[in-house]
């Protein structure tokens, strides 16, 4: 019989430098083109997100920030309406150091919301931390991500994507096992579960200001989505305690008046580097049928 409505694919996600969005762009196209009827949007204003309805596929998508989604991102998510009915696709972003298990992290706070997980990745993209001049350390060094993701890592991710979107097309889904979205680097993982996230963040260094440049235009204030951020008895002011270290609000500062010692913030990169196995994109998702297949 033939299906009586279009399905629709509901694709969100937060992006700070573009890695993500750039993926959620992709995914979107990819199932429009299956004949999807399918929505984009980021959910970093959760008020843009409360009256969202329930879609077949849900599509999730987050950096990974200290080797999980970031803080900012989870609180956003868990603002979001339920979405009991719907299936989901996860996947996050990570430049070059180690995605541990935040595809992992994503799918149980997908699965929270009411959501049934059938796949998800975590796809190597260009670090957004930045050189002393200004650019990206992804945009520049090929061991933190230039010109990834490559055709091929592009391919597993969105191969992944399609085989959820044609198990649904065929019908009901059967059961996932959410591990397969795991680290395949378990030790390191556990090691990374016993340091509390305070820890990993103060190892970097704080954003400060130049009060010579600062123009208080306010923008830093703008971006920041912990709220560290404060314009204070006309300063503005950064809540060490709060501040998350994505440094948003110097890449938003428009005089370059929010700074920090980059070149640490590398050396302390290339240290944790060494550690790991080279990054890769890694899928999982369910078994598909084939195209062409009966529904």
Request: some cysteine.
């Amino acid at each position: 019989m033939p299906r009586q409505r279009p399905l629709e694919a509901l694709v969100l996600h937060y992006s700070q430098t573009g890695n993500t969005a750039k993926l959620a762009e992709a995914a979107g196209q990819a199932l429009s083109d299956r004949g999807w009827k399918t929505r984009i949007m980021s959910f970093r204003s959760p008020e843009e997100t409360r009256s969202l309805n329930t879609p077949d596929l849900l599509v999730l998508g987050t950096p990974t920030h200290f080797w999980k989604p970031p803080v900012m991102a989870v609180s956003r998510i868990r603002a979001l309406p339920r979405f009991v009915g719907s299936y989901a696709f996860v996947y996050t972003t990570y430049g070059g150091v180690f995605a541990s298990d935040s595809a992992l992290v994503l799918a149980r706070e997908a699965e929270a919301l009411g959501a049934r997980v059938l796949g998800g990745a975590s796809v190597y993209c260009p670090h957004n931390f930045m050189t002393g001049d200004g650019r990206r350390l992804g945009d520049v060094y090929p061991e933190f991500g230039l010109d990834q993701p490559n055709p091929e890592a592009m391919a597993d991710f969105l191969g992944a994507l399609e085989s959820v979107a044609r198990t649904l097309e065929a019908g009901p889904a059967g059961g996932f096992d959410l591990a397969r979205l795991g680290s395949s680097r378990k030790m390191l993982s556990f090691l990374d579960s016993l340091v509390p996230l305070s820890v990993k963040r103060d190892f970097l260094p704080l954003p400060r200001v130049d009060a010579e440049a600062c123009k208080q235009c306010r923008m830093c204030l703008s971006v920041c989505d912990t709220g560290a951020v404060r314009f204070v008895r006309e300063e503005i002011v950064t809540n060490a305690g709060t501040c998350m270290r994505c440094y948003q609000c110097v890449r938003a500062c428009p005089q370059g008046a929010r700074v920090t010692d980059w070149a640490k913030i590398e050396k302390l990169l290339r240290g944790v580097k060494k550690l790991m196995s080279p990054p890769v994109t890694r899928t999982a998702a369910v078994d598909a049928p084939t195209e062409g297949s009966e529904p």
